[in-house]
């Protein structure tokens, strides 16, 4: 069984180790203290660009849901902030990677297709359940000597023909 903490790549491939660990560790430890300086570093501002695919299928139905990195850290921010007034009946760190895999990461040169997953749930204070169940396709670049994103089609269905 695998440890959802535990970086799956060793340390040796280090673009794959890299790149779980900023879409991962990182990100989840920034969205849940809503610290946007913890990986602000991770991102190429220039051209930067994230599709929302609002759950569907259809990419006729996507839309261009992030035109730019400050629209982005805009709205990471609204939904990190929102998820911290919250209140929850387990651990929402363990949750979250036990809902998080990221096991596939093609790389070609300096560029990397990162295939992000959710499939979980989060129990509420009040006894509901918060379902995760969608991924992100990230696109990455080394720029500047390290892995960072470059942009995003997210929100995508998990999996994908499936409707939310």
Not at 3 to 14: A, G, K, Q
Not at 34 to 54: C, H, L, N, Q
Not at 107 to 122: C, Q, V
Not at 126 to 137: A, P, V
């Amino acid at each position: 069984m695998r440890d959802p903490f535990v970086n799956p790549f060793p340390s040796s491939d280090t673009a794959r180790h890299a790149i779980w660990t900023m879409l991962v560790q990182r990100d989840i430890d920034a969205f849940l203290t809503a610290d946007w300086g913890m990986v602000a570093g991770d991102f190429v501002e220039e051209g930067f660009i994230g599709i929302d695919a609002g759950k569907k299928a259809d990419p006729d139905a996507w839309h261009l849901g992030f035109p730019t990195l400050a629209a982005y850290r805009d709205e990471w921010l609204r939904q990190a902030e929102d998820f911290a007034r919250q209140t929850y009946g387990e651990d929402p760190r363990d949750a979250i990677f036990a809902a998080t895999r990221l096991e596939d990461i093609e790389i070609n040169g300096e560029t990397a297709l990162a295939r992000k997953k959710f499939d979980g749930s989060i129990l509420r204070g009040d006894g509901t359940r918060d379902i995760m169940k969608w991924q992100t396709l990230y696109y990455c670049r080394l720029h500047e000597g390290r892995w960072k994103i470059s942009g995003f089609t997210g929100y995508l269905p998990n999996p994908m023909g499936a409707v939310d």
